[in-house]
């Protein structure tokens, strides 16, 4: 996909513009807030089932390798085939390379991020495939051509009004007095639209929620059960899926699903949950012919061993953008590439690089409410501050930025100075704000003041008024 | 053991030295007032988050290291900002790394410094303070000190003890969109925060905003003046130490 992450300002400034995003973004935000605490307030032991999360990851990250392999002999034991692709465009190739070989001209598609991150159905259109979206979501953005602004709730950023319109100009045989007023309308035209091109298409694309080492299974959640039927139609199921989707056992998966569901919608367990196993085998009722997992790293094993690799933990329950203050300013678009909020700042910029992505993990205060629900404790921030320091270290910071930590490092590694420095600053800065106690304007000090005043301090130093005190005390005794 | 009157180093923190010396004088006589034996070492200016948080290990590190220097023979630090409290708690060891010896000297200081208010209940046990104060007030949990350093009820246990009523926002626990340097490298999002968390304030009908970080103070104090707001803005410190009378709230003249 391409990026607009260096332009995540502009990005930004359009995004806070926007009437409609903001009606959609105040409406939703409460709305997943106020699902994820409930759930997890049902579930006394969250915290605990957290910390398992946590170490179950780990556990599976230190010994990625090994289940790896593991997994994928049971993927070849129950007629699948596997896929290792390092990049994103060995993936998109051997993606079109199974299509072709099968003569597909429709597929339709489950919700998947990684099918974004290769940008797959651009691709399939450019050799004459059809790529059909079949979750409602990310089948209204089709229509729309828009990318997902956020990883599971796709068409987070739209109104009612924004989805009617969509339908009314792609569906020309709807009725004009024809009503859209609630969800169920809406879904009730989408599934009628996709029914004939579930049952027409030749090869159905999913995502995998997790890869299940001890069986060899895949595993997706959906709440419209598109999914079930995009891998079971078809002749061909094709699963897209990274290396750290990994899970040791169907244990494991179980503890990770009821992790996920709260975390994501607040649900104690998504509507439907498919478990896919390789091949259709004699006497099975239904099940693909052909079962093909492309298993993608694009940059993912680079992580394992240095400060990022906790980030490897995520499963994409999209909890901390639902809880981030800027995401709820901006939206997923701002980021401006595939995975926007705090995950999408530490994980962006290991795939497109931080000289393209630098902007996202700085456009955080680090309020830690990231951190703080991430259903596999992430340290999110932490993650950021390296990504701060990478720059650093590279020269990418802006030399603005530099000269002025390294004048004020100057002045805060010599006490004696500083104290004499900041005496005038806020001596002068107290005796320009005396008869309001505020400034509504100050040169270099725009950004703050053009939303909000700038209080201006005491008059006096700590310092000063404490030595003084101290001398007349000293004075007294 | 608690001593009967341990040693208290108070880290004054740059924004108090700078901006509002009354937070650091309030500090000092909540801590005495506890009994405690207050000491400010001379040689303290910032906890160097601008340069941690901005990637500059270098500046955070040469910074940190003179704080270890500074404050290391006394029995507790104590930090009027949950911010900078959480910098030497938590992040300060993290920058000796590569240095066992440091890195342990840093997480003694670690261990021993604490956020004030949470100091003065949780350490010296305390669970009221002097004086009494009427109206109302909404508090702000700042973020490092909620988040990092668990500062949510002694504030307000503290504040009811004195007689005032707390008039709770919707959502206190949000971000009010300082950041540090955040404010002015992303001044819009920054901005559009505080606008959201300044109506959460109004909402709360609060004749007073009270949090324990005067950099989230500076920041909505700004945004509630902008918008002629008459609610009055300060540190929880001002209140707990009955020094109201001694400073106008922030933003404003005296
Ligand atoms: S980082 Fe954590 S909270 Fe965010 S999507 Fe991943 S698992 Fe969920």
């Given at each position: 996909m391409f990026s607009t992450s260096p332009a995540f300002k502009e990005n930004a400034h359009k995004a806070i513009a926007d009437v409609g995003l903001q009606k959609a973004l105040t409406?939703?935000?409460?709305?997943?807030?106020?699902?994820?605490?409930?759930?997890?307030?049902g579930l006394p032991e969250f915290e605990r089932l957290r910390d398992i999360g946590r170490d179950i990851k780990n556990h599976t990250l230190a010994n990625l390798d090994f289940y790896l392999e593991t997994w994928a002999g049971n993927v070849e034991r129950a007629?699948?085939?596997?896929?290792?692709?390092?990049?994103?465009?060995?993936?998109?190739?051997?993606v079109l390379a199974i299509c072709e070989r099968v003569g597909a001209k429709t597929v339709t598609?489950?919700?998947?991020?990684?099918?974004?991150?290769?940008?797959?159905?651009?691709?399939?259109?450019?050799?004459?495939?059809?790529?059909?979206?079949?979750?409602l979501g990310e089948y209204i953005l089709q229509l729309r051509r828009e990318p997902p602004s956020h990883i599971i709730a796709p068409a987070f950023h739209l109104n009612r009004e924004d989805w009617e319109e969509s339908f009314r100009r792609a569906h020309t045989d709807l009725a004009p007095d024809r009503v859209f007023r609630e969800r169920r309308d809406i879904l009730t035209e989408a599934r009628a639209k996709l029914r004939a091109r579930f049952l027409a298409a030749d090869v159905g694309i999913t995502g995998a929620n997790?890869?299940?080492?001890?069986?060899?299974?895949?595993v997706i959640v959906t709440n419209e059960g598109n999914g079930d039927l995009t891998q079971t139609l078809p002749r061909v199921h094709i699963v897209l899926a990274s290396i750290e989707k990994m899970v040791p056992t169907l244990e494991d998966a179980t503890n990770m699903l009821r992790l996920l569901a709260r975390s994501a919608t607040g649900q104690d367990f998504s509507v439907y949950t498919t478990f896919s196993t390789g091949v259709r085998r004699e006497g099975d009722l239904d099940g693909p012919e052909e079962y093909h997992v492309i298993l993608l790293d694009n940059g993912r094993s680079a992580m394992l061993g240095t400060e990022f690799q906790d980030m490897l933990r995520c499963i994409?329950?999209?909890?901390?953008?639902?809880?981030?203050?800027v995401y709820g300013v901006v939206g997923g678009h701002a980021y401006g590439w595939v995975y926007p909020g705090p995950m999408g700042a530490v994980l962006t910029p290991t795939l497109i690089g931080v000289d393209q992505a630098g902007n996202l993990p700085n456009a955080s205060t680090f309020c830690g409410k990231c951190?703080?629900?991430?259903?596999?404790?992430?340290?999110?921030?932490?993650?950021?501050?390296?990504?701060?320091?990478?720059?650093?270290?590279?020269?990418?910071?802006?030399?603005?930025?530099?000269?002025?930590?390294?004048?004020?490092?100057?002045?805060?590694?010599?006490?004696?100075?500083?104290?004499?420095?900041?005496?005038?600053?806020?001596?002068?800065?107290?005796?320009?704000?005396?008869?309001?106690?505020?400034?509504?304007?100050?040169?270099?000090?725009?950004?703050?003041?053009?939303?909000r005043d700038l209080p201006t301090p005491e008059g006096k130093t700590f310092f000063a008024r404490y030595a003084s005190e101290q001398r007349r005390q000293r004075g007294a005794s | 053991m608690l001593q009967a009157s341990p040693r208290v180093a108070l880290f004054v923190t740059c924004l108090v030295d700078l901006h509002r010396p009354t937070v650091g004088f309030a500090a000092i006589r909540l801590l005495e007032q506890a009994g405690c034996q207050v000491e400010v070492p001379r040689a303290q200016t910032c906890c160097g988050q601008p340069a941690y948080n901005s990637g500059d290990r270098e500046i955070a590190r040469d910074l940190g290291r003179s704080i270890l220097e500074a404050f290391g023979g006394y029995d507790y630090v104590v930090v009027p900002s949950g911010s900078c409290g959480g910098m030497l708690r938590h992040h300060l060891p993290t920058l000796f790394d590569d240095d066992p010896n440091l890195r342990a000297r840093a997480e003694a200081l670690a261990e021993r410094t604490h956020e004030l208010v949470s100091f003065l209940t949780d350490v010296m046990g305390l669970e009221r303070v002097a004086g009494a104060a009427s109206g109302s007030v909404t508090y702000h949990d700042s973020c490092s000190g909620l988040r990092e350093l668990g500062v949510k009820a002694q504030p307000r246990r503290l504040l009811e003890g004195l007689g005032l009523t707390?008039?709770?926002?919707?959502?206190p626990e949000v971000c009010c969109g300082f950041g540090g340097t955040f404010c002015v490298k992303y001044p819009e999002i920054s901005t559009r925060m505080v606008a959201d968390k300044t109506a959460d304030i109004t909402a709360s009908g609060a004749e007073t905003l009270l949090a324990g970080d005067l950099g989230c103070l500076l920041n909505m104090a700004g945004r509630l003046k902008?918008?002629?707001?008459?609610?009055?803005?300060?540190?929880?410190?001002?209140?707990?130490?009955?020094?109201?009378?001694?400073?106008?709230?922030?933003?404003?003249?005296?």
């Open positions: 409406r939703t935000k409460p709305h997943f807030q106020g699902r994820r605490a409930k759930a997890v307030e007629g699948g085939q596997v896929h290792w692709c390092a990049t994103a465009d060995d993936a998109r190739a051997a598609k489950g919700k998947s991020m990684i099918s974004e991150e290769l940008a797959i159905n651009e691709h399939l259109e450019q050799h004459g495939i059809t790529p059909v979206e079949t979750d997790f890869l299940i080492a001890e069986t060899g299974s895949s994409r329950c999209a909890a901390c953008m639902n809880h981030c203050p951190e703080s629900v991430c259903p596999v404790k992430i340290p999110l921030p932490k993650m950021m501050r390296h990504w701060r320091e990478r720059e650093f270290e590279r020269h990418l910071t802006p030399s603005a930025v530099r000269t002025n930590l390294a004048l004020w490092g100057f002045f805060a590694r010599r006490p004696g100075l500083y104290r004499f420095a900041t005496r005038i600053g806020a001596g002068v800065l107290g005796w320009l704000g005396r008869k309001r106690g505020r400034l509504s304007r100050l040169p270099f000090a725009g950004g703050w003041t053009a939303g | 707390i008039k709770e926002m919707a959502d902008r918008e002629g707001s008459a609610v009055k803005v300060r540190h929880v410190a001002e209140v707990l130490a009955g020094m109201t009378g001694a400073v106008p709230p922030i933003g404003e003249a005296g």
